[in-house]
């Protein structure tokens, strides 16, 4: 089955540095590999999303992830974090089940705070 | 406006009352799913529907049913509630795991 390893449970940077959060999967064939954003008291939302066409994706509000497959990670960044940014991020694959039917899979998330 | 929603929002019940969570979507999407979010363990995918009357047990699917008999409604049954399915329950929805998940506000579940 398949895992979703994010490291780090808690991020903390400084207004306008470097966000780096990390995200690892088990795959044996390149999976579907997303990005979701949770904002406090709210559902998650889509951030980007890996589909094989290019390994550099970049999604919503300045962020961007880098599919590398040799490392099997799938790392999310952004140049310079804003305090708007403070929110919870998960990283997602999806992936075939036993049945044949698919199911996505979720790290345990990683809570970004920025500090002014 | 594309939306999933769920009722209630909020819902603090006793140990052993059956409850029914009901989410329902509009964008016409066959894949829904339901996943609880606890603190430390981030989100765990309980039941998933591939499409009506096509349902499979996610990774924690202990203690609850589901049902697809219309392709918007999803609905989660506890059929016995226990004070360890306190939790936040959000349900989502889209054309399959490949596209993207569409999320409900969330339930916020307290069973006593």
Known sequence: AQSVTQLGSHVSVSEGALVLLRCNYSSSVPPYLFWYVQYPNQGLQLLLKYTSAATLVKGINGFEAEFKKSETSFHLTKPSAHMSDAAEYFCAVSELSQGGSEKLVFGKGTKLTVNP | ?112
């Open chain 2, 1 to 112: 406006e594309a939306q999933v929603t769920q009722n209630p929002r909020y819902l603090i019940t006793v140990t052993g009352k059956k409850l029914t969570v009901t989410c329902s979507q509009n964008m016409n999407h066959e894949y829904m799913s339901w996943y609880r979010q606890d603190p430390g363990l981030g989100l765990r995918q309980i039941y998933y529907s591939m499409n009506v009357e096509v349902t499979d047990k996610g990774d924690v699917p202990e203690g609850y049913k589901v049902s697809r008999k219309e392709k918007r409604n999803f609905p989660l049954i506890l059929e016995s509630p226990s004070p360890n399915q306190t939790s936040l329950y959000f349900c989502a929805s889209s054309f399959s795991t490949d596209y993207e998940q569409y999320f409900g506000p969330g339930t916020r579940l307290t069973v006593t």
